[in-house]
């Protein structure tokens, strides 16, 4: 995975005054849109959006210094103006281009390399647990894409499921956990922002098929998943730990993210600073 990583790093310098094509570092890295989004921002501490920009910003400075013309690379590096590349510039630097190119003014922001850092000793509890083919039954929206802090629209999700559909799902549900999961699935394209939808299910998992007009079914292809328990604070904890599968583990580990809808579930039978939590990875070997 990092061998991947660091081919993408190659790839968008070769590219940086191109349009950066969300299929082609889909190919490069070999994963989901979602997934790979994810592994970056943990990895890198930022959006793989706000880096190409800082890489595109950074060499304009130095083209700047060498005497580029600021209309040139404003267009050169993909803005519509000279004014949006001018307001772009002095956020990241505090600079007009103007200034730079005048005062010599130099601010950069390196090309990043990927390795793996190894921190603490601190060991990360998993197991690989195949699982046969099963379904999920329960109610679904399209929700923001959101990574931290509580996702508002699967909130107004979960309060909207009646007692009629709650009844509906537990007479269905016939696997373990035997509770409400949360799965994610059909996650917009778009590597280069941080905006888009996801589908959101709030269901149980069952072998039955669905009968009832007023509730939805996904289908779950066999596969192997990496389960990860977690306890404690809600939700940091269960945050933390999707931050370490992403950071820590995956590129460290055998196995590559499938792409299957993720999936996770959280007991809330007692205080919210000591809560249990399972999130379900779907992997496979690296080939």
Request: hydrophobic letters at 35%; charged letters at 25%.
């Amino acid at each position: 995975m990092l061998h991947e990583f660091n081919k993408l790093m190659d790839y968008i310098e070769a590219h940086l005054t191109e349009e950066i094509s969300g299929k082609e570092i889909a190919r490069i890295v070999g994963m989901s849109d979602y997934h790979f989004k994810r592994m970056f921002s943990y990895m890198a501490g930022m959006s793989l959006s706000e880096y190409i920009k800082n890489r595109r910003l950074s060499t304009a400075n130095v083209e700047l210094i060498n005497g580029a013309k600021v209309t040139d690379l404003a267009y050169r590096y993909g803005y519509q103006s000279i004014e949006g590349f001018s307001r772009a510039f002095r956020e990241w630097s505090g600079f007009l281009p103007s200034e730079v190119a005048k005062n010599k003014i130099q601010k950069s922001f390196p090309k990043f390399t990927f390795y793996i850092d190894i921190k603490g000793g601190i060991s990360m509890e998993f197991k690989i647990e195949k699982k046969e083919k099963f379904n999920i039954v329960g109610v679904s929206k399209r929700v923001p894409i959101q990574f931290e802090g509580v996702n508002n629209a699967i909130a107004e999700l979960a309060q909207s499921i009646t007692e009629q559909q709650r009844n509906e799902m537990h007479q269905l549900a016939d696997l373990y956990p035997h509770q409400v999961l949360n799965v994610s699935y059909n996650f917009d394209d778009g590597y280069l922002e941080e905006k888009g939808y996801l589908t959101h299910v709030i269901g149980f998992a069952t072998t039955k098929e669905n009968p009832f007009d007023d509730l939805e079914q996904i289908s779950i292809d066999e596969s192997e998943w990496a389960i990860f328990p977690n306890q404690g604070p809600f939700p940091a904890t269960l945050q933390e730990t999707y931050a370490k599968i992403y950071s820590e583990w995956l590129p460290s580990s055998e196995y590559e993210v499938r792409d299957l809808p993720g999936i996770s579930f959280t007991k809330f039978n007692g205080p919210l600073d000591n809560v249990y939590s399972e999130i379900w990875m779907p992997v496979k070997k690296k080939s």
